[in-house]
C-alpha cells in the first residue's frame, strides 16, 4: 500500500514540487500506469510534511464514512478508493502547503538580504549560462580564494531559496567577495536572486539549447539569462564571452562595463592545453573550447581584482566533476561529460575527441551516450542532428532511450553502434571492446523524469 504514495511523492520531487507539473502529470498519466524507478526518494522534512498531511486528509475523509456505515463493506470499499485516490491528495496538500511555505520562504530570504547589506564594500558576482556556470564559478573561487575572502554557497544550490538558506547558515561576516552561481528553470528566476543581491559583476557563461523543453523558445532562454545584466547594479561589469555578446538581444545597457571574452587555443602537449586571452599566453589541464572559455572569464575576474601571480593559481584548477572531468583506467583515458549536455556543449565535446585525435592522443575516438533532453517539440530534430555529429566518432555506444531512434536517424555509418542498456551494461562489457589508447566521451545517461 505505501507503494503508491512513494511512487506519487517521488514524481512530484522529480518535477521539484511544481504543483502545475506535478498535476498535469496526473490528469495524463492516469493512477494505474506502473513506473520503474532507478534512483529513490529523498526523505527530506519537505516530503515528509506532504507525506503527512496527505494521511491526515485521507483519514478526514474517511472518518465519517466509518460513523456512519452500517456494516464493514463500504468501508473497505472507501479505503481503497482513498488509496487510489492518493495523488489527488498530494495535489490538496501542495494546496494547502504552499502558503505557508511561501512565508516561510519570504522570511529566509529577508534574513539574508539583511545580512548580505551589513557588509561593507561587499562585491557580488552573479553566475548564469544554459552550461558552465558550476565549472566558471569553481574556476573564479579558486583564482580568488587565498587573495580575497570568498564566500560561494555549495555547488548545486543555485536557487534563490537555496542561496539564501547558505548565505544564513554558514556565510562569515568579514568576507569580501559574495559568489553566485545562479540557476535558470523559468524566466524570473535570475531576476529573483538579482533583485534581492544585485551583482557588480555580471557573467553570462554560454547561451544554448539546455532545458529548451521548459523554456520553449530560444528568445525565451535568452530573456531569463540576460536578467542578470538587466537587474544588475546600475554601473556593473558585465563579462561575456563573443559568441553570447554578439547575440541580438543581449541587452547593451550603456551604463554598464562590457568585457568580451574570446580566447584562442594554441596547442595541446603533455596533456596540457596552451590558449591565448588577449596578449597573454597560459597553459591548463582543462580541455575543450568551453572549458578554456570558462577558465578565461575567471582570469578576467581575477584581473579585475588585482589578484597577483594568476598564472600560479592556474596550476592549482581541476576539472569540475562530471564537465569534461578525464581520468585514466587500463591506460585507457575515459572524459567524464555526463552532467548535461546541449547540442552546443556536445558539439564542443566532439571537437575535444577529434583535437585529441589530431594530436596522436586518441586512437580511437568513442562515445556513450542516451541523446539529448528536455528540448520539447525540437527532440526529434536535435538528436538526429546530435546523431551526424557523432557521424564523426569510431564508435557510439547508444543507451535504449526515448532518443535513440532519432540519434540513429543521424548517423550513417550504423555499424558503428553498440546498443547497450543503460551504465550499468556498458560498465559489464565495455573492456571487451575497448583498446589500450582508446579515447571514451561518456555523456547523460537519461534520468526518470524523461521516462515518466
Same mark, same amino acid.
Given at each position: ?293 570558462? #577558465?578565461?572569464?575567471? &582570469? !578576467? =575576474?581575477?584581473? @579585475? *581584482?588585482?589578484? $597577483? ?7 592549482? /584548477? %581541476? ?69 551526424? #555529429?557523432?557521424?564523426? &566518432? !569510431? =564508435?557510439?555506444? @547508444? *543507451?535504449?532511450? $526515448? ?7 543521424? /548517423? %550513417? ?40
Amino acid at each position: 500500500m505505501y507503494n503508491s504514495y512513494y511512487k506519487y511523492l517521488y514524481i512530484l520531487q522529480l518535477y521539484e514540487y511544481d504543483l502545475y507539473k506535478f498535476t498535469l502529470f496526473v490528469l495524463r498519466s492516469g493512477i494505474f500506469k506502473k513506473y520503474q524507478f532507478k534512483d529513490r526518494l529523498v526523505y527530506t522534512s519537505k516530503i515528509k510534511t506532504y507525506f503527512v498531511i496527505t494521511i491526515i486528509l485521507q483519514i478526514l475523509t474517511l472518518y465519517p464514512i466509518i460513523l456512519s456505515a452500517k456494516n464493514i463493506i463500504p468501508i473497505i470499499v472507501f479505503i481503497v478508493l482513498i488509496y487510489f485516490l492518493t495523488p489527488i491528495y498530494i495535489i490538496l496538500s501542495s494546496i494547502i502547503l504552499e502558503p505557508i511555505s511561501f512565508i516561510i520562504k519570504s522570511i529566509i530570504i529577508q534574513k539574508a538580504k539583511r545580512k548580505v547589506s551589513r557588509i561593507k564594500d561587499l562585491k557580488i558576482i552573479a553566475i548564469t549560462g544554459s552550461y558552465g556556470k558550476t565549472s566558471t564559478t569553481s574556476f573564479v573561487y579558486t583564482l580568488l580564494q587565498g587573495d580575497k575572502k570568498v564566500f560561494m554557497p555549495k555547488s548545486s544550490i543555485n536557487t534563490i531559496l537555496g542561496i539564501a538558506k547558505e548565505i544564513n547558515s554558514k556565510m562569515p561576516q568579514d568576507i569580501e567577495v559574495l559568489l553566485l552561481e545562479i540557476g535558470t528553470y523559468k524566466k524570473g528566476d535570475v531576476a529573483g536572486v538579482c533583485k534581492i543581491f544585485p551583482p557588480d559583476i555580471s557573467v553570462i557563461a554560454s547561451i544554448g539549447t539546455q532545458h529548451l523543453e521548459r523554456f520553449k523558445s530560444m528568445e525565451n532562454i535568452i530573456s531569463a539569462e540576460s536578467e542578470n545584466i538587466k537587474f544588475a547594479k546600475p554601473k556593473s561589469t558585465v563579462i561575456l564571452p563573443q559568441d553570447v555578446y554578439d547575440i541580438k538581444n543581449i541587452p547593451k545597457i550603456h551604463t554598464k562595463i562590457y568585457r568580451i571574452i574570446n580566447p584562442k587555443i594554441i596547442d595541446f602537449k603533455n596533456f596540457k592545453t596552451y590558449f591565448k586571452k588577449g596578449e597573454k599566453t597560459y597553459h591548463t589541464n582543462l580541455i575543450g573550447e568551453g572549458m578554456i572559455s570558462n #577558465l578565461s572569464i575567471a &582570469i !578576467d =575576474i581575477a584581473e @579585475l *581584482f588585482n589578484i $597577483p601571480n594568476i598564472e600560479g593559481k592556474l596550476q592549482l /584548477i %581541476k576539472p569540475v566533476a562530471r564537465r569534461l572531468s578525464p581520468y585514466y583506467e587500463r591506460d585507457i583515458l575515459f572524459i567524464d561529460d555526463t552532467y548535461n549536455i546541449g547540442i552546443e556543449s556536445a558539439t564542443i565535446a566532439v571537437n575535444v575527441l577529434e583535437f585529441l585525435k589530431s594530436k596522436k592522443v586518441a586512437s580511437r575516438t568513442i562515445i556513450v551516450t542516451g541523446g539529448i533532453v528536455e528540448r520539447g517539440s525540437e527532440s526529434k530534430s536535435v538528436n538526429e542532428d546530435y546523431g551526424k #555529429l557523432l557521424s564523426k &566518432i !569510431d =564508435i557510439v555506444f @547508444l *543507451f535504449d532511450t $526515448p532518443y535513440r531512434k532519432y540519434i540513429e536517424n543521424g /548517423i %550513417k555509418d550504423k555499424k558503428k553502434i553498440v546498443y547497450v542498456k543503460n551504465y550499468e551494461e556498458f560498465d559489464n562489457i565495455k573492456y571487451t571492446i575497448l583498446k589500450k589508447g582508446d579515447t571514451v566521451l561518456m555523456q547523460n545517461e537519461i534520468t526518470d523524469l524523461y521516462y515518466i
